[in-house]
T-cell receptor
Framework: DAGVIQSPRHEVTEMGQEVTLRCKPISGHDYLFWYRQTMMRGLELLIYFNNNVPIDDSGMPEDRFSAKMPNASFSTLKIQPSEPRDSAVYFC????????????FGSGTRLTVV | AQSVAQPEDQVNVAEGNPLTVKCTYSVSGNPYLFWYVQYPNRGLQFLLKYITGDNLVKGSYGFEAEFNKSQTSFHLKKPSALVSDSALYFCAVRDFTSGTYKYIFGTGTRLKVLA
């Protein structure tokens, strides 16, 4: 298995533009998580899905952020419009269960909003 | 509220010496505890977990962790550090509140192993 695949690895965009981050979880993993990592706030859970359904989106910072999972093999995190304070590394992780055996993380997308 | 604390931002240790990275937790009920490692420009990698059973848990790359219920700690240890162990280490606890299942991560501890 290729693991959790995220794209792009790096994204530089101008303030106000729409940004879409993509994630392909490990096949057979029913849970998918989006995390954001910054120096100031560490790792924050933004949202997670179970069987493609959003379960907890309480970590999504504001309405500019949205996430979808149209099928079991693909998820997107969209920021519209983007702001400089959204600059961070965004990680996607998947798990075959509720996390009792650990998550598998992707390599992340480093987003820079200028 | 569930929480996890890593009191040290950085730990320095000489190669070949034992290392300890500290973690304390606060949970209601039985804790599910985890350690992850992050190398530069990479995602987090699972090292080991404690759910139940023996208090000493063995994981990847020669790491182990000791669960201590009375001290609410879950320190990560390795008998002999390698330079290649230099990385960022995260402790995490699984949050069962509100009927959802998610991890709460500590702020991370940077381990630097000196040759």
């Amino acid at each position: 298995d290729a693991g959790v695949i995220q794209s792009p690895r790096h994204e530089v965009t101008e303030m106000g533009q729409e940004v879409t981050l993509r994630c392909k979880p490990i096949s057979g993993h029913d849970y998918l998580f989006w995390y954001r990592q910054t120096m100031m706030r560490g790792l924050e859970l933004l949202i997670y899905f179970n069987n493609n359904v959003p379960i907890d989106d309480s970590g999504m910072p504001e309405d500019r952020f949205s996430a979808k999972m149209p099928n079991a093999s693909f998820s997107t995190l969209k920021i519209q419009p983007s702001e400089p304070r959204d600059s961070a590394v965004y990680f996607c992780a998947s798990s075959p269960d509720r996390g009792a055996y650990g998550y598998t993380f992707g390599s992340g997308t480093r987003l820079t909003v200028v | 509220a569930q929480s996890v604390a890593q009191p040290e931002d950085q730990v320095n240790v000489a190669e070949g010496n034992p290392l300890t990275v500290k973690c304390t937790y606060s949970v209601s009920g039985n804790p599910y505890l985890f350690w992850y490692v992050q190398y530069p420009n990479r995602g987090l990698q699972f090292l080991l977990k404690y759910i139940t059973g023996d208090n000493l848990v063995k994981g990847s790359y020669g790491f182990e962790a000791e669960f201590n219920k009375s001290q609410t700690s879950f320190h990560l240890k390795k008998p002999s550090a390698l330079v290649s162990d230099s990385a960022l280490y995260f402790c995490a606890v699984r949050d069962f509140t509100s009927g959802t299942y998610k991890y709460i991560f500590g702020t991370g501890t940077r381990l630097k192993v000196l040759a």
